[in-house]
């Protein structure tokens, strides 16, 4: 079976985009400002008990990825969630939240 253009780049999207939520630091920012609904570095830095730096890098990967954005209020950058696919991802691995 061969499998067209279109669904090639579907599918290459698809991986991108798990590999992005594919680590467990990742997937637990993600589910906490799921949770949340929007939170700066430094109360995740605190929730996840990782320096800043670590955190930044994770949150750079999920944001080159289109899963989070932040906005930038003076110095400070309160992130969110803006991926519809990430959130229903985050509700169907963790119903608990629900």
Request: glycine content about 4%; some cysteine.
């Amino acid at each position: 079976m061969s499998i067209s253009k279109e669904n090639e780049k579907i599918l290459n999207e698809n991986a991108e985009f798990l590999k992005a939520l594919a680590h467990p630091v990742r997937l637990c920012i993600v589910r906490n400002l799921s949770k949340k609904g929007c939170a700066n570095v430094t109360c995740m830095q605190d929730c996840l008990q990782l320096p800043q730096s670590t955190v930044s890098q994770h949150l750079n990967k999920l944001k080159s990825a289109g899963i989070i954005e932040g906005e930038r209020n003076g110095l400070e950058v309160k992130y969110r969630v803006c991926n519809k696919k990430a959130i229903t991802l985050i509700k169907i691995l963790f119903p608990e939240d629900i």
